[in-house]
């Protein structure tokens, strides 16, 4: 069965210039993760989204960075006016929402964005 | 605050020795979770425990998810080269709250 796409694989772009980065869950995924990974480290949480819920936006680093999720399925992470420190892999990640598989996260390959 | 801190960091080892990686966390976690993580890819899920004192074994992996469901180890018997890379656990708490990762464990097993 098809896994969590994202795209594009590679992105890269000026410093100053809007990016979106796109996710695509596996189909019946209710819960929606990004997460920023630098360099050979752990994962950074930006933001969480549960089937109609708030979104959980508390690790979302600057005002610049937002995200949405239409129709409970595709999610667009957008990084306005790209900064050098922005440069990291972005992973989206899904997960089944209930029962004894609760929060078991399936990974996207990831975007990795350079800022030049 | 980090919730999840896994120790060590970094843990370079020989192809054949045995290791033992650990998650602590003052927090209660209803599961935990192990991922793997290989250079260029997104991590992957490796076993999930429920149970407090529960074990579960993956071939030359056993996970232990502590009494007090708290902490949690891996450990590995005999590494190989392929069991090289990035090994995080991920806590669960109850109802729909995000799951939170560990700090990370970066592992080289050297032929």
């Known amino acids: 069965g098809a896994g969590v796409s994202q795209s594009p694989s590679n992105k890269v772009t000026e410093k100053g210039k809007d990016v979106e980065l796109r996710c695509d869950p596996i189909?019946?995924?209710?819960?929606l993760y990004w997460y920023r990974q630098s360099l050979g480290q752990g994962l950074e949480f930006l933001i969480y989204f549960q089937g109609n819920s708030a979104p959980d936006k508390s690790g979302l680093p600057s005002d610049r960075f937002s995200a949405e999720r239409t129709g409970g399925s595709v999610s667009t992470l957008t990084i306005q006016r790209t900064q050098q420190e922005d440069s990291a892999v972005y992973l989206c990640a899904s997960s089944w929402s209930g029962g004894a598989r609760w929060g078991e996260q399936f990974f996207g390959p990831g975007t990795r964005l350079t800022v030049l | 605050t980090q919730l999840l801190e896994q120790s060590p960091q970094f843990l370079s080892i020989q192809e054949g020795e045995n290791l033992t990686v650990y998650c602590n966390s003052s927090s209660v976690f209803s599961s935990l979770q192990w991922y793997r993580q290989e250079p260029g890819e997104g991590p992957v899920l490796l076993v999930t425990v429920v149970t407090g004192g529960e074990v579960k074994k993956l071939k030359r992996l056993t996970f232990q998810f502590g009494d007090a469901r708290k902490d949690s180890s891996l450990h590995i018997t005999a590494a190989q080269p392929g069991d090289t890379g990035l090994y995080l656990c991920a806590g669960v708490k109850g109802g729909y709250q995000k799951v939170t990762f560990g700090t990370g464990t970066k592992l080289q097993v050297i032929p």
């Open positions: 189909s019946g995924h209710t819960a």
